[in-house]
């Protein structure tokens, strides 16, 4: 029976080994992925600063060529008004006009 105890023993140490053995193979790994974690979110971070920079970056692009053209349309209604008073003069009187008879009309109703 010794013999037997001493056997069973035995194999209850190699278990407890085995269980030591990955019990730390299981803290290791967290380990590593704590790691790998960190490290990767500090990847993230620095890939969605750069996006953040790219996007603004396209964006005062952006509002710098809306910026251009609204000043270039100032020049060109600028300069049709300079060539043809008298057309910008009739219309504008055409729109106030609509806009009196428009109001007049609105306000027989009520």
Do not use: C, Y
Request: proline share 1%; hydrophobic share 45%; glycine share 10%.
């Amino acid at each position: 029976m010794m013999a037997k105890d001493n056997a069973e023993g035995m194999e209850g140490s190699d278990v407890s080994e085995d269980l030591r053995a990955m019990r730390q193979a299981v803290l290791d790994l967290g380990k590593a992925l704590r790691t790998f974690g960190r490290t990767r979110l500090a990847e993230l971070g620095e890939e969605v600063n750069e996006d953040a920079h790219r996007v603004a970056d396209e964006g005062r692009r952006a509002m710098q060529d809306a910026e251009r053209r609204i000043a270039l349309l100032e020049k060109q209604a600028e300069r049709s008004v300079r060539d043809h008073p008298a057309a910008w003069a009739t219309g504008l009187l055409g729109v106030i006009g609509f806009g009196l008879v428009l109001g007049l009309a609105l306000r027989r109703h009520d």
